[in-house]
T-cell receptor, first 108, second 113 residues
Framework: KNEVEQSPQNLTAQEGEFITINCSYSVGISALHWLQQHPGGGIVSLFMLSSGKKKHGRLIATINIQEKHSSLHITASHPRDSAVYICAVTRSGNQFYFGTGTSLTVIP | DAGVTQSPTHLIKTRGQQVTLRCSPKSGHDTVSWYQQALGQGPQFIFQYYEEEERQRGNFPDRFSGHQFPNYSSELNVNALLLGDSALYLC????????????FGQGTRLTVV
């Protein structure tokens, strides 16, 4: 069983919709990360969380340490948000454990 | 300020050959981690280098080896390539080995034929 589980695996939304991607983990962590990967392959860090909530533009990330659960929300989605969103956790030593990702397609 | 740079971007090798991939960390970073991402999968941790030593290692065979140079850049070497080694290889750099933000390179797409 993977230490990090994401849902859904694939998500299609209409432009303007509110999107939620969920992540649960089963191990003790130092931090939880939300990452974005475009078809070219490079990964961009969106958020690093150890508690509470963070907001950056139209993106919001929350984490519940007790429930070992995090969510990534995208408000007013846009086609340029189409990408794979990956939840990952770090434990000691800054080693990442990745989920399998959520492939998001936003249709105009 | 350059971010994490990886070379080459794409590579095709024949089964049984050896390959070397390179990574230059973001300025100010001293720790380099390597990940393998098979198609449709999340990245898997290969190993991490800090102070020119391998500090942590994932579940990869000894065919996968690495090196870190005094300028913190790193190489990933894979010997006796198998078809299953075809993947995107990602490098991530960070400062120290504690809990700090990591930056990823664009990756090297390796195809073994």
């Amino acid at each position: 069983k993977n230490e990090v589980e994401q849902s859904p695996q694939n998500l299609t939304a209409q432009e303007g919709e509110f999107i939620t991607i969920n992540c649960s983990y089963s191990v003790g962590i130092s931090a939880l990360h939300w990452l974005q990967q475009h078809p070219g392959g490079g990964i961009v860090s969106l958020f690093m969380l150890s508690s509470g909530k963070k907001k950056h533009g139209r993106l919001i990330a929350t984490i519940n340490i007790q429930e070992k659960h995090s969510s990534l929300h995208i408000t007013a989605s846009h086609p340029r948000d189409s990408a794979v969103y990956i939840c990952a956790v770090t434990r000691s030593g800054n080693q990442f454990y990745f989920g399998t990702g959520t492939s998001l397609t936003v249709i105009p | 300020d350059a971010g994490v740079t990886q070379s080459p971007t794409h590579l095709i090798k024949t089964r049984g050959q050896q390959v070397t991939l390179r990574c230059s960390p973001k300025s100010g970073h001293d720790t380099v981690s390597w990940y393998q991402q098979a198609l449709g999968q999340g990245p898997q941790f290969i190993f991490q280098y800090y102070e020119e030593e391998e500090r942590q290692r994932g579940n990869f065979p000894d065919r996968f080896s690495g090196h870190q140079f005094p300028n913190y850049s790193s190489e990933l070497n894979v010997n006796a390539l198998l078809l299953g080694d075809s993947a995107l290889y990602l490098c991530a750099s960070s400062y120290g080995t504690g809990n700090s933000e990591a930056f990823f390179g664009q990756g090297t797409r390796l195809t073994v034929v």
